[in-house]
């Protein structure tokens, strides 16, 4: 089974600190993706890699930055934190890409900015 | 661009009948993929099924089937035989050839009733 791990499930942080988000997949996965959820507005696209070291700025990457430096392993970094980054963030990977491969998704951290 | 539109905000549905959630989608991409995912309120993603634009059957996974109608653009789940814990939160979301990311629409709450 794929299987998507994320560093915490809830995360209280304040105003201006900078914070990690770590995401890890067991598969092998060269596609790997950041995403936040927001009630009623779906999941957004944060950012995405498809390769180690490769980065692509999703539809709302403002105030976000991303690292692959392994390939199971990918980070998202807010470099100080606001208030409007209290969210649902959630990790994924895929296989190379193809219009039929599903993303898995890791199950979520659930990011509080004070 | 790609655009997902979602319209049924929160469904509810009795135990053991079917139901259907609603998807409709635009696109210029002639080869696309459209998935399902379900959201339990645990928070994580589980993908549910998918369809291919150049399919010719209706997918089906145990009891979830998609009602795809490529003219209408629209590709709707249907959940036969409702259970309890199928009470959750279900996105649709489409993938162009060539894409690496998924856009999602913003989600069906479904609610079952014993």
């Known amino acids: 089974d794929v299987k998507v791990t994320q560093s915490s499930r809830y995360l209280v942080k304040r105003t201006g600190e900078k914070v990690f988000l770590e995401c890890v997949q067991d598969?092998?996965?060269?596609?790997m993706f950041w995403y936040r959820q927001d009630p009623g507005l779906g999941l957004r696209l944060i950012y995405f890699s498809y390769d180690v070291k490769m980065k692509e700025k999703g539809d709302i990457p403002e105030g976000y930055s991303v690292s692959r430096e392994k390939k199971e392993r990918f980070s998202l970094i807010l470099e100080s934190a606001s208030t409007n980054q209290t969210s649902m963030y959630l990790c994924?990977?895929?296989?190379?890409?193809?219009?039929?491969?599903?993303?898995?998704f890791g199950p979520g951290t659930r990011l509080t900015v004070l | 661009a790609q655009k997902i539109t979602q319209t049924q905000p929160g469904m509810f549905v009795q135990e053991k009948e079917a139901v259907t959630l609603d998807c409709t989608y635009d696109t210029s991409d002639p080869s696309y993929g459209l998935f399902w995912y379900k959201q339990p309120s645990s928070g994580e993603m589980i993908f549910l099924i998918y369809q291919g634009s150049y399919d010719q059957q209706n997918a089906t996974e145990g009891r979830y089937s998609l009602n795809f109608q490529k003219a209408r653009k629209s590709a709707n789940l249907v959940i036969s035989a409702s259970q309890l814990g199928d009470s959750a939160m279900y996105f649709c979301a489409m993938k162009g050839a060539g894409s690496y990311q998924l856009t999602f629409g913003k989600g069906t709450k479904l609610s079952v009733i014993p």
């Open positions: 994924a990977s895929s296989l190379i890409t193809g219009v039929d491969n599903e993303q898995f």
């Open positions: 598969m092998d996965h060269e596609n």
